[in-house]
C-alpha cells in the first residue's frame, strides 16, 4: 500500500482567477464610478484659507446656521475671525446665513453644488451598470483552464514514484472546469448586483453628514476595497473547491479507489471535520462532515474545508 504525496492548494492557482474577478468589477462598477468622481481643478487649489479650503475639501461644511466638522487651530481662527461662536456641547460655530463672507457663501454653494453633481452622477452610473456585460468581458473560463493544467502538472509529479499518471483528456478539463467556472460565474455577478444595490440605496438616501461629497468618495474607496477581498476570498475558495474535484477525479482515474482524511491539525478545524483525522474513506463513500444536516463531503468540498484526502493505491 502506498500513499501519494499531497496534491495542496497554490497561490498560483487562484491569484490569476482573483485579479480576473477583481478586473470584470472595475470594469463594471469602480472604473464609470471613478470617472464620474473626478474633482474639478479648483477644487485642488489651496487658497491659503484654512477655512476655505476645508468647505471646499468637505472637512467643515456651513448648514442651517452652523459650522460643523473637523477643526484645527488654522480653521478655528479663521472662524473666530469672520464672527463665528463655538458651540462646546454641539461642537458647533454658530454664524447666521446674513453674515457669512461672500467667499465663504460661495465655497459651500460651489461645495453643495458638487456633492449634488457627483450625488447624481453616482446614482446615473450606477442605474447604467450592465451586470450582463461581465460574461462577454469575463476570461475566468480560460483562466480556469490553465489552472487545471498548473494542477495536473503537480499531480503527475505525485505519482512520479508510485504508478503512470492516465493522461487529462480535454473533455475532463472542460467538465472539471465547467462545473465551478458556472459557479463562479454567478457568485461574480451576484456580488456586483449586491455592490450596485448597497451603494445605490446609501446615495438615494442621502445618507452623509452635511451633504459632503468627500463621503462620497470614502464610500466609493470602502467598497472598492471590500471588493478586492470578496475577489480573494471568491478565488481561494472556488479554487480549493476545484481542486478537490479534481484530487477526486485524477486519482480514482489513477487506480486509487481509498484515501485517508487529513485535517491541518490547527484550532479553526471543525469538530466534526477533526473526528475524520486518520480515517479511510473510500472516494466513492464520502463520509458525514455535519452531524447537523447528515451532508457527505469529501475533503475540501465542504464550505471553507482546509482538510485534505491522502490517495492510497494498493
Known sequence: MKYAPVLYLKPQYYEPIEEEIMRLWREVIFKPLIAAAKVPEIELMNTGNALLDAIREGTVWYQDGHFTGDYNSSISKDLRAIGALYNTPSRTWSLERSLLPTDIRMAQAAADARYDSLRHSFLHTLADAKIDSIDRLSDIPDQYIKTIDWMNDDFVKTLKHITIAPQLTDAQRGIIAAEWGQNLDLYVKGWASQRILEMREKVQANAFDGRRSSQLIDMLKYNYGVSQRKAKF?????????????????????????????????????????????????????????????????????????????????
Open 234 to 314: 471568491l478565488a481561494r475558495q472556488e479554487t480549493s473547491l476545484l481542486l478537490s474535484k479534481f484530487r477526486e477525479t485524477r486519482y480514482r482515474d489513477a487506480g486509487s479507489n481509498r484515501y485517508r482524511w487529513s485535517t491541518s491539525r490547527d484550532e479553526r478545524v471543525r469538530h466534526d471535520h477533526e473526528k475524520l483525522d486518520g480515517k479511510v474513506f473510500q472516494w466513492d463513500q464520502p463520509p458525514i462532515t455535519n452531524h447537523w444536516t447528515g451532508k457527505r463531503n469529501n475533503p475540501g468540498e465542504d464550505f471553507g474545508c482546509r482538510c485534505v484526502g491522502i490517495a492510497i493505491f494498493d
